[in-house]
């Protein structure tokens, strides 16, 4: 049941990590776009794919968390 | 007149009560069909609740059926080689009447434990030395997929090819040409082109083979019936194989500008090489490593939160938590279709990256050059 909690815990902190990460990744975005719109869609595509590289950093976390629990 | 407004309120009365009513008893009727469920495979397992882990992990993972509807499934073929020689049977051999494993007897004695073919003895315990000698090729539910996958691909890119033999890339696509055209122009205009430069045709083939292929068992491993429900992508063991062939086709590519920039970094002090070159060793490894559990854990996670998010209803056994449950999942579907092709577009880009810095033959300094497409320049003019 303890290491079952924990790993919940761990997960919890990887999403912390990735919400901060993922959140920076916006506002740069966001920035950069108003700045210069006519560079929206290659600023988009840099976006999605930091985006997803991060989230990705989360999952594995999540994946130590899962196989740490069972 | 007025007998008739009170004729209609009464049918309107009478229909509202009967309307509400008659949901009441459906969703009784739901709620007890439900717990039954429950109640039936929590029976199945041990004794006690419902165990939302076990149910989960039991839903990832590959099988030797493949589940159709209720207590319906396709039985597939096990194929076992061990030291008495290959042995093909069904595996609904595995199961009784009451789809509990089952002993069959073949060459040993076989049953399946937590998902898995083991030989028993008969007194029923697990022989592990037997065990090890039976090599398990099954078409399992993964592998019936993914054949469903290939099928599914052959299908698509033979249809498209044949109707650019017959009329030429220059005319206008027809049907399934003009859904596919654009997502092969993207592969090589966003993927390929700007990542691998102007050697990029070699490795088209390649790079759209991977894409159609994650993005289909992607979309298959989204539906949760019949012809899709395998984990096909979310198996790791299938995107290890995607990494090998991505690890092998960047170090059989590799130029010598590549292997120096491993083995003996130029532009930096001696001690500096030395220090860098095992980093860079290591890093030939991680590279593929990263993509086979990027893909993994990607689709593993989305299925795990569709999963959890319908395990609430079982868990507050109560229909009604499907009001929240029900919704979520659909929101959270919508960003798996998402996710779905967004890994299969980043396992892609990767691999067209390391392909890129494999090949690459001018030094270090501008890594990566200003690239200005047509799009760019018309922005420009106008």
């Given at each position: 049941?303890?290491?079952?909690?924990?790993?919940a815990?761990?997960?919890?902190?990887?999403?912390?990590?990735?919400?901060?990460?993922?959140?920076?990744?916006g506002?740069?975005?966001?920035?950069?776009?108003?700045?210069?719109?006519e560079?929206?869609?290659?600023?988009?595509?840099?976006?999605?794919?930091?985006?997803?590289?991060?989230?990705?950093?989360?999952?594995?976390?999540?994946?130590?968390?899962?196989?740490?629990?069972? | 007149?007025?007998?008739?407004?009170v004729?209609?309120?009464?049918?309107?009365?009478?229909?509202?009560?009967?309307?509400?009513?008659?949901?009441?008893?459906?969703?009784?009727?739901?709620?007890?069909?439900?717990?039954?469920t429950a109640?039936?495979?929590?029976?199945?397992?041990k004794?006690g609740?419902?165990?939302?882990?076990?149910t989960?992990?039991?839903?990832?993972?590959d099988d030797h059926?493949?589940?159709?509807?209720?207590?319906t499934?396709?039985?597939?073929?096990?194929?076992?080689?061990?030291?008495?020689?290959l042995e093909v049977?069904?595996?609904?051999?595995?199961?009784?009447?009451?789809?509990?494993?089952?002993?069959?007897?073949?060459?040993?004695?076989?049953?399946t434990?937590?998902?898995?073919?083991?030989?028993?003895?008969p007194?029923?315990a697990?022989?592990?030395?037997?065990?090890?000698?039976?090599?398990d090729f099954?078409?399992t539910?993964n592998v019936a997929?993914?054949?469903?996958?290939?099928?599914?691909?052959?299908l698509i890119?033979?249809?498209?090819?044949?109707?650019?033999?017959k009329t030429?890339?220059k005319?206008?696509?027809?049907?399934?040409?003009?859904?596919?055209e654009?997502?092969?122009?993207?592969?090589?205009?966003?993927?390929?082109?700007?990542?691998?430069?102007?050697?990029?045709?070699?490795?088209m083939?390649?790079l759209?083979?991977?894409?159609?292929?994650?993005?289909?068992?992607?979309?298959?491993?989204l539906?949760?019936?019949?012809?899709?429900?395998?984990?096909?992508?979310?198996?790791?063991?299938?995107?290890?194989?995607?990494?090998?062939?991505v690890?092998?086709?960047?170090n059989?590519?590799?130029?010598?500008?590549?292997?120096?920039?491993?083995?003996?970094?130029?532009?930096?002090?001696?001690?500096?090489?030395?220090?860098?070159?095992?980093?860079?060793?290591?890093?030939?490894?991680?590279?593929?490593?990263?993509?086979?559990?990027?893909?993994f854990?990607?689709i593993?996670?989305?299925?795990?939160?569709?999963?959890s998010?319908?395990?609430?209803?079982?868990i507050f056994k109560?229909?009604y938590?499907?009001?929240?449950a029900?919704?979520?999942?659909?929101?959270?579907?919508v960003i798996?279709?998402l996710?779905a092709?967004?890994?299969?577009?980043?396992?892609t880009?990767l691999?067209?990256?390391?392909?890129g810095m494999?090949?690459?033959?001018?030094h270090?300094?501008?890594d990566?050059?200003?690239?200005?497409n047509e799009?760019?320049?018309?922005?420009v003019?106008h």
């Amino acid at each position: 049941m303890v290491v079952g909690s924990v790993a919940a815990i761990g997960a919890g902190i990887a999403a912390i990590g990735a919400g901060i990460g993922i959140g920076q990744i916006g506002k740069g975005a966001v920035e950069g776009i108003s700045r210069q719109p006519e560079a929206a869609n290659d600023i988009r595509a840099s976006m999605i794919v930091a985006a997803a590289f991060v989230e990705a950093v989360a999952l594995f976390a999540v994946v130590v968390a899962l196989l740490g629990n069972g | 007149m007025a007998r008739r407004s009170v004729q209609s309120l009464l049918v309107a009365t009478f229909s509202l009560f009967l309307a509400t009513f008659s949901t009441a008893t459906y969703a009784q009727h739901d709620t007890a069909q439900h717990e039954a469920t429950a109640e039936v495979s929590s029976h199945e397992k041990k004794e006690g609740e419902f165990n939302v882990t076990e149910t989960i992990l039991e839903h990832l993972k590959d099988d030797h059926s493949w589940h159709l509807w209720g207590h319906t499934s396709l039985p597939l073929p096990v194929i076992l080689y061990s030291d008495k020689g290959l042995e093909v049977f069904s595996s609904a051999n595995l199961v009784d009447e009451h789809h509990a494993p089952a002993v069959y007897n073949g060459n040993y004695a076989y049953k399946t434990i937590e998902g898995k073919i083991r030989v028993v003895n008969p007194d029923g315990a697990v022989n592990t030395e037997l065990s090890a000698k039976v090599w398990d090729f099954s078409i399992t539910k993964n592998v019936a997929s993914l054949l469903l996958t290939v099928t599914i691909l052959l299908l698509i890119f033979l249809s498209v090819a044949s109707a650019y033999r017959k009329t030429g890339v220059k005319t206008a696509p027809k049907g399934l040409q003009s859904l596919m055209e654009p997502i092969i122009l993207f592969v090589r205009d966003e993927v390929a082109k700007p990542n691998i430069g102007h050697r990029y045709a070699k490795y088209m083939p390649f790079l759209l083979t991977v894409f159609f292929l994650i993005l289909i068992n992607n979309f298959l491993g989204l539906v949760p019936f019949f012809p899709g429900g395998a984990n096909v992508s979310g198996n790791i063991a299938f995107t290890m194989t995607l990494a090998v062939f991505v690890f092998l086709l960047v170090n059989f590519s590799g130029n010598k500008t590549y292997w120096e920039h491993i083995f003996w970094m130029p532009g930096m002090h001696w001690s500096m090489k030395l220090f860098l070159a095992p980093i860079e060793l290591v890093g030939i490894f991680t590279k593929p490593i990263s993509l086979m559990i990027r893909l993994f854990a990607n689709i593993t996670a989305g299925h795990i939160l569709v999963l959890s998010l319908v395990c609430l209803i079982f868990i507050f056994k109560t229909v009604y938590a499907s009001v929240v449950a029900v919704p979520f999942v659909v929101f959270i579907s919508v960003i798996e279709l998402l996710v779905a092709f967004l890994q299969a577009y980043i396992f892609t880009m990767l691999a067209a990256m390391y392909i890129g810095m494999a090949t690459e033959e001018h030094h270090h300094e501008g890594d990566h050059e200003p690239h200005y497409n047509e799009t760019d320049l018309e922005k420009v003019h106008h």
